[in-house]
């Protein structure tokens, strides 16, 4: 299975930063990766696939890169809304997996 | 839009089975991929498996691949997840999603399963 990992596991920003949360896959996974954010009590929120395309109706704030087996999210200009937990997934091969998520909370 | 509803909460004993719902509307079922995905309190996401399109194919962790049992109702554009033998750990929200291919785009609201004695 490809293991996922995410730096860092949680961060403290302010409302006007802006944040970068890394994603490495331990086997090359080219741009098969997908990031998530998920608020307190809710479900789940596709933000990003193929790495850097982002899902229809996310805001431009939100932008990723990478390819092989690193990749970043980075999320400008931090709202109140922002403030949760980033997943990123990859989706080369089964079975899919998770990294173990990021929590960016409020400074 | 798309939507996916899913069924309400369910109070299980261990060894039991539970079987859970995910209706979609707003976009052609059968063309899409399912995803379930579940989340035990506290904890991050574990992907348990897949529905093709076709609906006659699917994939599953190993972990659930003989406890899981999918099945669709085309006429309702409903998907159940049925799992068996359940254990205290399968205590979790439980999360049908819809895929283009494997990424996931859209969730349904999550199902608590509660497994207790």
């Known amino acids: 299975d490809i293991q996922m990992t995410q730096s860092p596991s949680s ?48 805001p431009s704030k939100f932008s990723g890169s990478g390819s092989g087996t690193h990749f ?13 937990t980033y997943y990123c997934q990859q989706y080369k091969s089964y079975p899919l997996t998770f990294g173990p998520g990021t929590k960016v909370d409020i400074k | ?10 109070v299980k004993k261990p060894g039991a089975s539970v079987k859970l719902s995910c209706t979609a509307s707003g976009y052609n079922f059968t063309n899409y991929y399912m995803h379930w995905v579940r989340q035990a309190p506290g904890q991050g996401l574990e992907w348990m498996g897949i529905v093709y ?29 049925e799992l068996s033998r359940l254990r205290f750990d399968d205590t979790a929200v439980y ?14 609201q999550g199902t608590l399963v509660i497994v207790s004695s």
């Open chain 2, 1 to 10: 839009q798309v939507q996916l509803v899913q069924s309400g909460a369910e």
């Open chain 2, 95 to 108: 999360y049908c999603a819809r895929g283009s291919g494997y990424d996931v785009e859209y969730w349904g």
């Open chain 1, 11 to 58: 961060l403290a920003a302010s409302v006007g930063d802006r944040v970068t949360i890394t994603c490495r896959a331990s086997q090359d996974i080219s741009i098969f990766l997908a990031w998530f954010q998920q608020r307190p009590g809710k479900a789940p929120k596709s933000l990003i696939y193929a790495a850097s395309s982002l899902q229809r109706g996310v």
């Open chain 2, 53 to 81: 399109p076709s609906g006659s194919d699917s994939k599953y962790t190993q972990e659930f691949q003989d406890r899981v049992t999918v099945t669709r109702d085309t006429s309702t554009s409903t998907v159940y997840l």
């Open chain 1, 72 to 84: 970043t999210l980075t999320i400008s200009n931090l709202q109140p809304e922002d403030f949760a």
